[in-house]
Structure formats: structure tokens, C-alpha cells
């Protein structure tokens, strides 16, 4: 099993810029979930999804936008980049009901 | 509304020394609850969840439902703990809750 798998790894954008952070797993678990990771913020949830075809907002889901068409892929979407974008973003998933969360490797993301 | 609180950014252990970060956090019903560990530039991965009581590199924690807390703890310090360390809460359906992270630093 290659678990969540994360694309790109890097990416620099523009202000006004759009983009799509790929998400996959193998793990045929239904919860998968986006973080941005900011030092001294810790993990703040953007978005997640309970299973395909339901999304729901976290913390922080502003200027991002998800959607869950299968169970294996959960693509976040940045409708036009700012500054304030720039981050690490991880995605994970578990099993619905409990147990821990599984991690892609994440991507570094740059907003100019 | 859940919270998860890490008092420290940063502790600096000299090796061999005992090692504790704290973790405090805030809800009404019976939470679950995690540490996650993240060497440099790395993934997060799981380190100790409270329902499982094992001990993974020489860590253990323990949930004090009194307290509120779920402090990790470890006697001897090694250089390869290094790293960010994220304590987790799980309180409702699948959402988990990270505190911001303290930084260990383990020196020679």
C-alpha cells in the first residue's frame, strides 16, 4: 500500500493564481482531511470529508475549496492564491469513528 | 469546543536526561487522544495514542482525565528524538484537534 500520496511536493504560484493539491489513498478509509501547517500555528484543519459526496469546513476554509467525488482522492482547490496561502499542506485520513490519522508527505506551497 | 494545549515552543534536553512536554486539553466528553511525532521536514507520524498504553521508542503517556492532560514522558533522551512533537484530540466524529507543537531539542 503506498497510504495518502500527495502531489505536488513544491509548487510556487502568483497572486491571482489557481491551483489543485492532488490527494490520494489506498487505505479505502472514508475520513480524509486537509492541514496547513504555519510555525508557531500548529496543524489547522481546512476542510474534510466523513465520505464521497460529503465535505465540510474545519478551522480555517477560506480561499480553499474541496470535493469528494470518490472515496480515494480529496483535491484541495485554491480559487485564486494569496500570500497569506503560503504554507505546508497535508492531507490525511482514518477510518470514520476513531483510530489515527495516516499523513502525506505534504506540500510546500509559495505564494508571491 | 475542543482545544488542545502545548505550553512550550521549545525544550532543550542535554542527552540522557528525562524528558516530559506537556499537553493539556479542553472537552466535555471522553476524548482520544494522540501524539504525533515530525523529524525535520518529514511526515507526521503516530506516535502514542492513550487507548493503546504501550510505550513506542521509550515514550509513554497518560491520560489524567482529572487533570486534563496527556503528558509525554520519556526517562533517557537520545539525539534522534529531535523534532516536533504535535499532541492530538479526537472529541468528535472523526475531526482531530492539534495543539501547536513543541519543539524538542536533545544535545550531545
Known amino acids: 500500500n503506498a497510504g495518502v500520496t500527495q502531489t505536488p511536493k513544491f509548487q510556487v504560484l502568483k497572486t491571482g493564481q489557481s491551483m489543485t493539491l492532488q490527494c490520494a489513498q489506498d487505505?479505502?478509509?472514508?475520513?480524509m482531511s486537509w492541514y496547513r501547517q504555519d510555525p508557531g500555528m500548529g496543524l489547522r484543519l481546512i476542510h474534510y470529508?466523513?465520505?464521497?459526496?460529503?465535505?465540510d469546513q474545519g478551522e480555517v476554509p477560506n480561499g480553499y475549496n474541496v470535493s469528494r467525488s470518490t472515496t480515494e482522492d480529496f483535491p484541495l482547490r485554491l480559487l485564486s492564491a494569496a500570500p497569506s496561502q503560503t504554507s505546508v499542506y497535508f492531507c490525511?485520513?482514518?477510518?470514520?469513528?476513531?483510530?489515527?490519522?495516516?499523513f502525506g508527505n505534504g506540500t510546500r506551497l509559495t505564494v508571491t | 469546543a475542543q482545544r488542545v494545549t502545548q505550553p512550550e515552543k521549545l525544550l532543550s534536553v542535554f542527552k540522557g536526561a528525562p524528558v516530559e512536554l506537556k499537553c493539556n486539553y479542553s472537552?466535555?466528553?471522553?476524548?482520544?487522544l494522540f501524539w504525533y511525532v515530525q523529524y525535520s521536514r518529514q511526515r507526521l507520524q503516530l506516535l502514542l495514542r492513550?487507548?493503546s498504553r504501550e510505550s513506542i521508542k521509550g515514550f509513554t503517556a497518560d491520560l489524567n482525565k482529572g487533570e486534563t492532560s496527556f503528558h509525554l514522558k520519556k526517562p533517557f533522551a537520545q539525539e534522534e528524538d529531535s523534532a516536533m512533537y504535535y499532541c492530538?484530540?479526537?472529541?468528535?466524529?472523526?475531526?482531530?484537534?492539534f495543539g501547536k507543537g513543541t519543539m524538542l531539542l536533545v544535545s550531545p
Open positions: 490525511a485520513s482514518s477510518y470514520s469513528g476513531g483510530g489515527p490519522l495516516h
Open positions: 487505505m479505502n478509509h472514508e475520513y
Open positions: 470529508s466523513v465520505g464521497a459526496g460529503i465535505t
Open positions: 472537552y466535555s466528553g471522553s476524548p482520544e
Open positions: 492513550h487507548i
Open positions: 492530538a484530540l479526537r472529541g468528535g466524529y472523526s475531526t482531530l484537534t
